[in-house]
């Protein structure tokens, strides 16, 4: 009878040597990161020498005026910019498509339609924000996609007429009609 043979090839080997790295990976991992424990023993430990904690309970936290100036003009820098390049992300992806060279002269017609239609929503949205911040306001983003619109406002109180004439002037850029018109307020 044939005894069996154990062949030890390279392929044996280098599992080998990966699974012994990945254990040495592993241990030390465990061994630098000790503060895990540590958490969570002081969180047990002060949840049991402290008062009961009501998580549905909210505070009030007074902040400084020019923090919140400072993060509403933070949010309206990031809106623009982020608004930007999206808007630039279609018109790269129409400028593609109508470059494409296999496509129908119906297909080019269409794409060419698109082009007009999201320059016109740009220019619309150009004009809404002008508008709006001759009104008095400090600030405003507008968005619009052909049936809606959504006017971001930079204001410490909206009340029904500064919104009836933001609504105004929406509806007399844009052909969205008057349920389709959202207005937020930033503090």
Same mark, same amino acid.
Request: a negative charge; charged letters at 25%; one cysteine or more.
């Given at each position: 009878m044939k005894k069996p043979t154990v062949i030890i090839g390279k392929k044996q080997i280098i599992m080998a040597c990966l699974?012994?790295? $990945?254990? /040495?990976?592993?241990? /030390?991992?465990y061994v630098t990161a000790p503060e895990l424990k540590g958490k969570a023993d002081k969180t047990a430990?002060? *949840?049991e020498g402290s008062e009961s904690i009501n998580y549905g309970d909210t505070e009030f936290v007074n902040a400084d005026a020019e923090s919140l100036s400072a993060e509403a003009t933070d949010y309206f820098a990031q809106a623009r910019l982020d608004k930007m390049n999206?808007?630039?992300e279609a018109v790269q992806t129409l400028q593609t498509i109508i470059g494409g060279?296999? +496509? =129908? #002269?119906? #297909?080019m017609v269409v794409n060419a339609l698109d082009a007009v239609q999201v320059s &016109? $929503? +740009?220019?619309s949205e150009g004009t809404i924000e002008s508008l709006v911040k001759a009104q008095g306001f400090e600030d405003c983003v507008a968005y619009l996609d052909g049936e809606? *619109? &959504? @006017?971001?406002? &930079? =204001? %410490?109180g909206l009340d029904k007429a500064q919104a009836a004439s933001i609504k105004e002037i929406i509806l007399? @850029? =844009? #052909? @969205?009609? *008057? %349920?389709n018109i959202r207005i937020f307020e930033v503090k």
């Amino acid at each position: 009878m044939k005894k069996p043979t154990v062949i030890i090839g390279k392929k044996q080997i280098i599992m080998a040597c990966l699974t012994l790295m $990945l254990t /040495i990976a592993v241990y /030390i991992n465990y061994v630098t990161a000790p503060e895990l424990k540590g958490k969570a023993d002081k969180t047990a430990a002060s *949840a049991e020498g402290s008062e009961s904690i009501n998580y549905g309970d909210t505070e009030f936290v007074n902040a400084d005026a020019e923090s919140l100036s400072a993060e509403a003009t933070d949010y309206f820098a990031q809106a623009r910019l982020d608004k930007m390049n999206n808007r630039d992300e279609a018109v790269q992806t129409l400028q593609t498509i109508i470059g494409g060279g296999d +496509i =129908t #002269e119906d #297909e080019m017609v269409v794409n060419a339609l698109d082009a007009v239609q999201v320059s &016109k $929503l +740009i220019e619309s949205e150009g004009t809404i924000e002008s508008l709006v911040k001759a009104q008095g306001f400090e600030d405003c983003v507008a968005y619009l996609d052909g049936e809606t *619109a &959504k @006017v971001v406002v &930079k =204001t %410490q109180g909206l009340d029904k007429a500064q919104a009836a004439s933001i609504k105004e002037i929406i509806l007399g @850029v =844009t #052909e @969205v009609s *008057a %349920q389709n018109i959202r207005i937020f307020e930033v503090k």
